[in-house]
Protein backbone atom coordinates (compact mmCIF):
# COMPACT_ATOMS: atom_id res chain seq x y z
CA UNK A 1 0.00 0.00 0.00
CA UNK A 2 1.53 3.43 -0.67
CA UNK A 3 -0.20 6.74 0.63
CA UNK A 4 -0.40 9.88 -1.41
CA UNK A 5 0.88 13.01 0.51
CA UNK A 6 0.82 16.23 -0.42
CA UNK A 7 3.81 16.38 -2.18
CA UNK A 8 5.16 12.88 -3.04
CA UNK A 9 4.09 9.79 -1.63
CA UNK A 10 4.97 7.68 1.72
CA UNK A 11 5.75 3.38 0.61
CA UNK A 12 4.45 1.22 3.09
CA UNK A 13 4.85 -2.14 1.63
CA UNK A 14 7.78 -1.53 4.15
CA UNK A 15 7.57 -0.31 7.65
CA UNK A 16 8.82 3.25 7.52
CA UNK A 17 9.97 5.41 10.43
CA UNK A 18 8.67 8.42 11.68
CA UNK A 19 11.65 10.57 13.20
CA UNK A 20 10.53 13.11 16.15
CA UNK A 21 11.74 16.22 15.71
CA UNK A 22 9.98 18.12 18.93
CA UNK A 23 10.09 22.11 18.75
CA UNK A 24 8.90 23.00 22.27
CA UNK A 25 11.15 24.96 24.76
CA UNK A 26 12.35 21.70 26.63
CA UNK A 27 13.68 19.84 24.06
CA UNK A 28 16.44 21.91 24.22
CA UNK A 29 19.79 21.63 25.42
CA UNK A 30 22.65 22.68 23.63
CA UNK A 31 23.08 25.26 25.74
CA UNK A 32 21.94 28.21 23.37
CA UNK A 33 25.02 27.33 20.70
CA UNK A 34 22.34 27.24 18.27
CA UNK A 35 19.28 28.81 17.82
CA UNK A 36 15.66 26.66 17.74
CA UNK A 37 15.53 27.11 14.10
CA UNK A 38 18.94 25.85 13.36
CA UNK A 39 18.99 23.24 16.06
CA UNK A 40 15.82 21.80 14.62
CA UNK A 41 17.29 22.01 10.90
CA UNK A 42 20.32 19.83 12.14
CA UNK A 43 17.97 17.33 13.57
CA UNK A 44 15.90 16.82 10.66
CA UNK A 45 18.88 16.49 8.26
CA UNK A 46 20.38 14.04 10.60
CA UNK A 47 17.10 11.87 10.55
CA UNK A 48 16.85 12.34 6.95
CA UNK A 49 20.13 10.91 6.50
CA UNK A 50 19.18 8.02 8.86
CA UNK A 51 16.27 6.83 6.51
CA UNK A 52 13.63 8.33 8.23
CA UNK A 53 10.53 8.71 5.72
CA UNK A 54 9.05 11.62 7.29
CA UNK A 55 9.45 13.87 10.25
CA UNK A 56 6.94 14.28 12.53
CA UNK A 57 7.00 18.20 14.15
CA UNK A 58 5.37 19.50 17.08
CA UNK A 59 5.03 22.19 18.91
CA UNK A 60 3.40 21.50 22.10
CA UNK A 61 4.02 18.76 24.42
CA UNK A 62 1.63 15.80 25.00
CA UNK A 63 3.65 13.93 27.14
CA UNK A 64 1.96 13.17 30.50
CA UNK A 65 1.39 16.18 32.66
CA UNK A 66 2.63 18.70 29.91
CA UNK A 67 -0.09 22.01 30.02
CA UNK A 68 -1.14 23.16 26.41
CA UNK A 69 0.58 25.86 24.48
CA UNK A 70 -1.94 28.77 22.74
CA UNK A 71 -2.10 29.08 19.30
CA UNK A 72 0.31 31.68 18.82
CA UNK A 73 3.11 30.26 20.34
CA UNK A 74 2.72 26.88 18.62
CA UNK A 75 2.62 29.37 15.60
CA UNK A 76 5.78 30.73 16.34
CA UNK A 77 7.61 26.90 16.87
CA UNK A 78 6.63 24.81 13.92
CA UNK A 79 6.27 27.07 11.02
CA UNK A 80 9.76 28.58 10.99
CA UNK A 81 11.00 24.72 11.31
CA UNK A 82 8.34 23.72 8.62
CA UNK A 83 9.93 26.72 6.29
CA UNK A 84 13.55 25.90 7.02
CA UNK A 85 13.13 22.22 6.08
CA UNK A 86 10.92 23.00 2.93
CA UNK A 87 13.77 25.23 1.89
CA UNK A 88 16.45 22.17 1.42
CA UNK A 89 14.37 19.24 1.09
CA UNK A 90 11.90 17.34 0.15
CA UNK A 91 11.34 14.83 3.30
CA UNK A 92 7.76 14.25 3.79
CA UNK A 93 6.84 16.18 6.85
CA UNK A 94 3.95 15.57 9.10
CA UNK A 95 2.32 18.16 11.58
CA UNK A 96 1.83 16.90 14.71
CA UNK A 97 -0.99 19.32 16.28
CA UNK A 98 -4.77 19.02 17.09
CA UNK A 99 -5.46 22.72 16.38
CA UNK A 100 -7.08 23.04 13.14
CA UNK A 101 -5.42 26.54 12.19
CA UNK A 102 -1.54 24.96 12.83
CA UNK A 103 -2.58 22.24 10.79
CA UNK A 104 -3.88 24.71 8.03
CA UNK A 105 -0.82 26.69 8.31
CA UNK A 106 1.92 24.06 8.14
CA UNK A 107 0.19 22.33 5.39
CA UNK A 108 0.85 26.05 3.66
CA UNK A 109 4.58 26.00 4.46
CA UNK A 110 4.79 22.87 3.17
CA UNK A 111 3.94 19.78 5.77
CA UNK A 112 2.44 16.57 3.95
CA UNK A 113 0.06 15.67 6.82
CA UNK A 114 -1.70 15.77 10.19
CA UNK A 115 -0.93 13.74 12.97
CA UNK A 116 -3.28 14.37 15.62
CA UNK A 117 -3.38 12.98 19.18
CA UNK A 118 -7.20 14.22 19.45
CA UNK A 119 -7.66 12.48 16.28
CA UNK A 120 -9.72 15.80 15.06
CA UNK A 121 -11.99 16.00 17.50
CA UNK A 122 -11.42 19.80 18.45
CA UNK A 123 -14.16 22.00 16.13
CA UNK A 124 -13.56 22.45 12.82
CA UNK A 125 -10.33 19.90 12.48
CA UNK A 126 -12.40 17.42 9.95
CA UNK A 127 -13.64 20.31 7.89
CA UNK A 128 -9.23 21.66 7.81
CA UNK A 129 -8.30 18.37 6.78
CA UNK A 130 -11.19 17.41 4.01
CA UNK A 131 -10.55 20.97 2.90
CA UNK A 132 -6.31 20.50 2.84
CA UNK A 133 -7.05 16.41 1.56
CA UNK A 134 -3.86 15.28 2.69
CA UNK A 135 -3.42 12.41 5.03
CA UNK A 136 -4.12 12.06 8.52
CA UNK A 137 -3.19 9.90 11.42
CA UNK A 138 -5.95 9.47 14.15
CA UNK A 139 -4.53 8.66 17.68
CA UNK A 140 -6.55 7.32 20.55
CA UNK A 141 -6.02 9.22 23.79
CA UNK A 142 -8.40 8.35 26.60
CA UNK A 143 -8.73 11.90 28.65
CA UNK A 144 -6.25 15.08 28.46
CA UNK A 145 -2.36 15.07 28.07
CA UNK A 146 -2.66 17.29 31.92
CA UNK A 147 -4.57 14.58 33.70
CA UNK A 148 -4.60 11.51 31.80
CA UNK A 149 -2.22 8.97 33.81
CA UNK A 150 -4.41 9.87 36.35
CA UNK A 151 -6.42 6.38 36.63
CA UNK A 152 -7.21 5.69 33.43
CA UNK A 153 -10.13 2.73 32.99
CA UNK A 154 -11.43 0.64 30.16
CA UNK A 155 -14.46 -1.76 29.28
CA UNK A 156 -12.41 -3.24 27.47
CA UNK A 157 -9.34 -1.60 26.25
CA UNK A 158 -9.12 -3.05 22.56
CA UNK A 159 -12.80 -2.88 22.11
CA UNK A 160 -13.23 0.53 23.37
CA UNK A 161 -10.36 1.70 21.37
CA UNK A 162 -11.67 -0.01 18.46
CA UNK A 163 -14.90 1.42 19.21
CA UNK A 164 -13.16 4.94 19.46
CA UNK A 165 -11.82 5.00 15.74
CA UNK A 166 -15.20 3.80 14.46
CA UNK A 167 -16.77 6.80 15.18
CA UNK A 168 -13.94 8.57 14.59
CA UNK A 169 -13.24 7.31 11.27
CA UNK A 170 -17.06 8.03 10.31
CA UNK A 171 -17.12 11.51 11.50
CA UNK A 172 -13.73 12.36 9.10
CA UNK A 173 -16.04 11.16 6.20
CA UNK A 174 -18.94 12.71 7.31
CA UNK A 175 -16.81 15.60 7.17
CA UNK A 176 -15.24 15.07 3.40
CA UNK A 177 -12.16 13.53 4.28
CA UNK A 178 -11.32 10.29 1.81
CA UNK A 179 -11.29 6.74 3.75
CA UNK A 180 -7.14 6.50 1.80
CA UNK A 181 -6.05 9.61 3.52
CA UNK A 182 -6.62 7.83 6.97
CA UNK A 183 -4.08 6.28 9.33
CA UNK A 184 -4.98 4.43 12.99
CA UNK A 185 -2.70 4.33 15.90
CA UNK A 186 -4.08 3.10 18.74
CA UNK A 187 -2.15 5.65 21.03
CA UNK A 188 0.84 3.70 23.32
CA UNK A 189 1.08 6.23 26.72
CA UNK A 190 -1.88 8.60 25.84
CA UNK A 191 -4.31 7.69 29.20
CA UNK A 192 -3.02 3.73 29.81
CA UNK A 193 -1.48 2.51 32.48
CA UNK A 194 1.98 0.61 31.83
CA UNK A 195 -0.31 -3.18 31.45
CA UNK A 196 -2.63 -1.58 29.11
CA UNK A 197 0.24 -0.28 27.18
CA UNK A 198 1.36 -4.01 27.13
CA UNK A 199 -1.61 -5.23 26.03
CA UNK A 200 -1.68 -2.30 23.51
CA UNK A 201 1.28 -3.85 21.76
CA UNK A 202 0.56 -7.40 21.94
CA UNK A 203 -2.79 -7.22 20.19
CA UNK A 204 -1.72 -4.80 17.61
CA UNK A 205 -2.87 -7.06 15.06
CA UNK A 206 -6.74 -6.54 16.39
CA UNK A 207 -6.46 -2.44 14.42
CA UNK A 208 -5.76 -4.70 11.16
CA UNK A 209 -9.35 -5.16 11.00
CA UNK A 210 -9.98 -1.72 10.16
CA UNK A 211 -7.82 -1.87 6.77
CA UNK A 212 -6.14 0.90 7.09
CA UNK A 213 -2.17 1.74 7.95
CA UNK A 214 -1.42 1.60 11.20
CA UNK A 215 0.94 4.17 13.37
CA UNK A 216 3.12 3.01 16.48
CA UNK A 217 4.64 5.62 18.86
CA UNK A 218 6.52 3.77 21.70
CA UNK A 219 9.64 5.70 21.68
CA UNK A 220 11.43 5.76 24.98
CA UNK A 221 7.78 6.11 26.75
CA UNK A 222 7.76 5.56 30.58
CA UNK A 223 6.32 2.35 30.27
CA UNK A 224 10.26 1.61 29.25
CA UNK A 225 10.94 2.93 32.03
CA UNK A 226 8.65 1.53 34.20
CA UNK A 227 9.55 -2.71 33.04
CA UNK A 228 13.15 -1.74 33.37
CA UNK A 229 13.84 0.72 35.90
CA UNK A 230 15.33 2.87 33.61
CA UNK A 231 15.66 6.97 32.64
CA UNK A 232 14.38 8.00 29.21
CA UNK A 233 17.56 8.45 28.24
CA UNK A 234 18.63 4.98 28.75
CA UNK A 235 15.14 3.46 26.93
CA UNK A 236 17.08 2.84 23.44
CA UNK A 237 17.03 -0.71 23.77
CA UNK A 238 13.46 -1.41 24.98
CA UNK A 239 12.64 1.13 22.48
CA UNK A 240 13.75 -1.05 19.79
CA UNK A 241 12.14 -4.07 21.60
CA UNK A 242 8.36 -2.46 21.30
CA UNK A 243 8.75 -1.58 17.82
CA UNK A 244 10.29 -4.59 16.53
CA UNK A 245 7.02 -6.21 18.25
CA UNK A 246 4.61 -3.37 17.00
CA UNK A 247 6.13 -4.25 13.26
CA UNK A 248 5.58 -7.71 13.79
CA UNK A 249 1.79 -7.39 14.75
CA UNK A 250 1.25 -5.11 11.48
CA UNK A 251 2.32 -1.48 12.08
CA UNK A 252 3.34 0.62 8.90
CA UNK A 253 4.83 3.04 10.76
CA UNK A 254 6.78 3.77 13.41
CA UNK A 255 7.50 7.10 15.29
CA UNK A 256 10.91 7.42 17.09
CA UNK A 257 13.43 9.50 18.19
CA UNK A 258 16.56 6.75 17.29
CA UNK A 259 15.98 6.98 13.64
CA UNK A 260 18.92 4.87 12.37
CA UNK A 261 18.45 1.62 15.47
CA UNK A 262 14.77 1.81 14.22
CA UNK A 263 15.48 1.66 10.77
CA UNK A 264 17.23 -1.55 11.06
CA UNK A 265 15.39 -2.92 13.59
CA UNK A 266 12.26 -2.83 11.47
CA UNK A 267 13.94 -3.44 7.63
CA UNK A 268 14.74 -7.07 10.25
CA UNK A 269 11.40 -7.43 10.49
CA UNK A 270 10.31 -6.86 6.92
CA UNK A 271 13.04 -9.20 6.08
CA UNK A 272 11.58 -12.04 8.15
CA UNK A 273 8.17 -11.40 6.95
CA UNK A 274 9.27 -12.15 3.80
CA UNK A 275 11.21 -15.10 4.65
CA UNK A 276 9.69 -18.57 2.85
C1 LIG B 1 2.30 8.89 19.53
C2 LIG B 1 2.74 10.19 19.94
C3 LIG B 1 2.40 11.27 19.10
N1 LIG B 1 3.43 10.40 21.09
C4 LIG B 1 1.33 9.81 17.61
N2 LIG B 1 1.71 11.06 17.95
C5 LIG B 1 3.76 11.65 21.45
N3 LIG B 1 0.62 9.61 16.45
C6 LIG B 1 3.45 12.73 20.61
C7 LIG B 1 5.38 8.56 28.37
O1 LIG B 1 4.59 7.73 28.84
O2 LIG B 1 2.55 7.82 20.26
N4 LIG B 1 1.61 8.75 18.39
N5 LIG B 1 2.79 12.53 19.45
C8 LIG B 1 4.50 11.87 22.75
N6 LIG B 1 3.65 11.59 23.85
C9 LIG B 1 4.08 10.89 25.00
C10 LIG B 1 3.16 10.10 25.71
C11 LIG B 1 5.40 10.94 25.39
C12 LIG B 1 3.58 9.36 26.79
C13 LIG B 1 5.83 10.20 26.50
C14 LIG B 1 4.94 9.39 27.20
O3 LIG B 1 6.54 8.72 28.78
Known amino acids: MIINLKHGV ?28 DTALFQARQMEADGAAIIDIGGESTRPGAEPVNIEQELDRVIPVI ?7 DIPISIDTSKPEVMLQAVQA ?22 LDVPVCLMHMLGEPRTMQASPQYNDLIED ?10 QCLAAGIKQERI ?3 PGFGF ?19 FELPLLAGVSRKSTIGYILNKEVDERLYGSIALATIATMNGASIIRAHDVAATVDAIKMCQAVNLAP
Open 110 to 131: GADMVNDVCALQLEGAPDVVAE
Open 10 to 37: LDLNQPQVMGILNVTPDSFSDGGKFNAV
Open 83 to 89: TAIRNES
Open 191 to 209: GKTPEHNLSLIKHFREYLS
Open 161 to 170: IKMFFKQRID
Open 183 to 185: LLD
